[in-house]
T-cell receptor, first 113, second 114 residues
Framework: KAGVTQTPRYLIKTRGQQVTLSCSPI?????VSWYQQTPGQGLQFLFE???????NKGNFPGRFSGRQFSNSRSEMNVSTLELGDSALYLC????????????FGPGTRLLVL | AQSVTQPDIHITVSEGASLELRCNYS??????LFWYVQSPGQGLQLLLK??????LVQGIKGFEAEFKRSQSSFNLRKPSVHWSDAAEYFC????????????FGKGTKLSVIP
């Protein structure tokens, strides 16, 4: 089975712009979660989608949004970028069942100038 | 709300020496606990997980972890470290069986001296 894939891998934007990141989960996985990783704050949960519905959301401003498509692929969008949004954004997918493991993609590294 | 503490930011060990990485968690119910490893520029790879049952959990790459409820700990161990184990290690606690999120510790960076 192919793993979780994320595109693009690297991205450079300027303040005020918006950005869309994409995640393709492992085949058959309907749960997709997003995490932000920064040196200062570490790994923080952004949100989780399951069957096209946002099921859980972390403590991030409304500039961070996401969606999930019928094929379980997910996108996250950050509007009005700030310097502090520079981070590694990780996507993870998970099968159903409470003992299922969350598998992570390689991440998208976003640099905001 | 759950939280995870990894007291050691950076650990250096010699190749062949034993390793123990500490993890303490705070969670009101029975925790789901995980150790992940991250190599530079990579995503997170699961080493092992604990949901219930035997408190000593075996993982990949020769790692094991022991869940101690009385100490709220889930320490990661390896009897003999290899140079390829140099990476950053994250302990995490998972919330709930339905809506699912992981809360991570700040990580411990492991350096291995040849």
């Amino acid at each position: 089975k192919a793993g979780v894939t994320q595109t693009p891998r690297y991205l450079i934007k300027t303040r005020g712009q918006q950005v869309t990141l994409s995640c393709s989960p492992i085949s058959g996985h309907r749960s997709v979660s997003w995490y932000q990783q920064t040196p200062g704050q570490g790994l923080q949960f952004l949100f989780e989608y399951f069957s096209e519905t946002q099921r859980n959301k972390g403590n991030f401003p409304g500039r961070f949004s996401g969606r999930q498509f019928s094929n379980s692929r997910s996108e996250m969008n950050v509007s009005t970028l700030e310097l502090g949004d520079s981070a590694l954004y990780l996507c993870a997918s998970r099968g159903e069942g409470y003992q299922e493991t969350q598998y992570f993609g390689p991440g998208t590294r976003l640099l905001v100038l | 709300a759950q939280s995870v503490t990894q007291p050691d930011i950076h650990i250096t060990v010699s190749e062949g020496a034993s390793l123990e990485l500490r993890c303490n968690y705070s969670y009101g119910a029975t925790p789901y606990l995980f150790w992940y490893v991250q190599s530079p520029g990579q995503g997170l790879q699961l080493l092992l997980k604990y949901f219930s049952g035997d408190t000593l959990v075996q993982g990949i790459k020769g790692f094991e972890a022991e869940f101690k409820r009385s100490q709220s700990s889930f320490n990661l161990r390896k009897p003999s470290v290899h140079w390829s184990d140099a990476a950053e290690y994250f302990c995490a606690v998972g919330a709930g069986a339905g809506s699912y999120q992981l809360t991570f510790g700040k990580g411990t960076k492991l350096s291995v001296i040849p």
